[in-house]
C-alpha cells in the first residue's frame, strides 16, 4: 500500500517542485498538501473536507514548512505532539537557517530540520534521501 505524504506548504511553486521530485523517487506516493497551518490540523482531525479517510488518510510522513498563514509551523508541531498526541515523523522543511527556528523545532518534536533547497537537483537528491530513510528504512510504531 503506497504511504501517504502531507506536505504543509503555502507555496505553490514549493509544492509542485516536491511533488515533481517525489513522483520521480516514489511515484505510487500520495501527497497531501495542507496550505496552512489550521488546514493541516483540519486535515489530523478529519475535519471538514478531510473527513473521508479513504481519501485523506494519516500520513506516514509530514513535511511542515515553518512560516504559513493561519497558525505557523511551529504551532502546528506543538499541537501535534502535546495537544493531539501524534507521533508520525516531521521534518520541517524550510528556508530558514535562523538558529532558533531549528533549536525550537526540535524542542517541540520535530524528528528532522531540513533547509529547502534552491536547485531542483538538490531538491531530488533529499527526495530521494528523504524517501530512503523515511518511507522505506524508517520503522513506525505499531498504530501506523
Avoid at 496552512?36 to 514548512?65: C, N, T, W
Avoid at 508541531?77 to 535562523?98: C, F
Wanted: proline letters at 7%; aromatic letters at 6%; hydrophobic letters at 45%.
Amino acid at each position: 500500500m503506497a504511504k501517504t505524504i502531507l506536505q504543509v506548504e503555502d507555496d505553490e511553486d514549493d509544492v509542485f517542485l516536491l511533488r515533481h521530485a517525489m513522483d520521480k523517487v516514489e511515484p505510487g506516493c500520495l501527497l497531501s498538501v495542507a496550505s496552512d497551518g489550521q488546514m493541516a490540523i483540519d486535515y489530523f482531525k478529519g475535519s471538514g473536507k478531510f473527513h473521508d479517510r479513504e481519501a485523506f488518510p494519516l500520513p506516514a510522513l509530514v513535511l511542515l514548512d515553518l512560516k504559513l498563514p493561519q497558525l505557523p509551523g511551529l504551532e502546528v508541531l506543538k499541537w501535534m505532539r502535546s495537544e493531539a498526541g501524534l507521533d508520525v515523523p516531521v521534518i520541517i522543511l524550510s528556508s530558514s537557517k535562523n538558529k532558533h527556528d531549528i533549536s525550537a523545532a526540535y524542542k517541540l518534536g520535530a524528528n528532522a530540520y531540513l533547509v529547502k533547497p534552491s536547485d531542483p537537483g538538490q531538491l531530488l537528491e533529499m527526495a530521494k534521501l528523504v524517501r530512503g530513510f523515511w518511507l522505506v528504512q524508517n520503522t513506525l510504531p505499531p498504530a501506523h
